[in-house]
């Protein structure tokens, strides 16, 4: 079945109105809580595209559908007080992305419907019981299907860069589950004969001393993980991987479109476009708990030739001809 074969399937099920659910009131305005890490601006893509799903169902903001936005600004101390905030305006849906968002928004309620727009082994990390059944009041997409995806990344970094020794793995040891992608990513050096340097960052004040820790251990390659600390601030976390020579993989193609080297993941406007048809469903009655999350199935391989030929790499033409998209 091909991608758009699948996204149909998908949407077709998701809205096919279950037995017992009638249709809500007419002239009914729905308020979405919609809660990220980032800054607005650093995430506004996702937002629009949000948006945009959930107009082709029939939503309108300001018309039938309000949003309450909240952003840590990059601080991820915050977030605990802004899902109570959220809770506090009793809100109709709450739309998250990220690990720590869930589990902020997890721990601040149980009973108020949570559409995971992104999210991180969803199971491994507590805030569902299984993919086909989450069993309590959320739901929506998972974009990695396990944690054995960072040391995917580890194995294209290597294949774009074979002289790559010693490789750092930049993350953000707070949320949950994050340490099995750090257990991944080193144990694929392991097998790739690679030694392993594990860099750890809780905030965007950090970057520096991280990447100087990084040159005195002479690490030559750099993996950075899913993490919305690393994601907000991209053009910092790229600008230092260029400056330090250092070849790095990205698990979001927004990397490599400020100049990153080569990124492998989900799309994560395309989440929180599809995160749409959950929330349409929720607002119609059905039960989070009984909506099956996705799990990805659609990863994209972006690749940067000005900036391979920036750090004097020669990308393999077997890796060019994988790529979803080329940059030059």
Known sequence: MDRRAFIGTLAGGLLAAPLGVEAQPA??????????TATANETGHLLKALNEGLRELGYVEGRNVVFERRYAEGRQERLPALAAELVRLNVDVVVTGSNPVIAAVKQATATIPVVMAVSRDPVGSGFIASLARPAGNITGLANDPAPEIAGKNLQLLKEAAPRVSRVAFL??????????YKNAVESTARKLGVSFQSV??????????????????????LVVASDPVLFGPR???????????????YTQREFVDVGGLISYGTNLADQFRRAAIYVDKI??????????????????LVIN????????????????QRADQVIE
């Open 27 to 36: 002239g009914k305005v729905y308020r979405i809580g919609f809660m990220l």
């Open 171 to 180: 993350w953000n040891p707070v949320p949950l589950g994050a340490g099995t």
């Open 200 to 221: 750890e960052v809780r905030g965007r004040d950090e970057f520096e001393s991280a990447f100087a820790a990084m040159v005195r251990e002479r690490a030559n390659g």
């Open 235 to 249: 053009s910092q976390v790229v600008l230092l991987a260029g400056k330090n020579r250092l070849p790095a993989v």
């Open 283 to 300: 607002l119609k009655g059905a039960k989070p708990g009984e909506l099956a999350v996705e799990q990805a199935t659609k990863f994209e």
């Open 305 to 320: 030739l000005k900036t391979a030929k920036a750090l004097g790499l020669t990308i393999p033409p077997s890796l060019l």
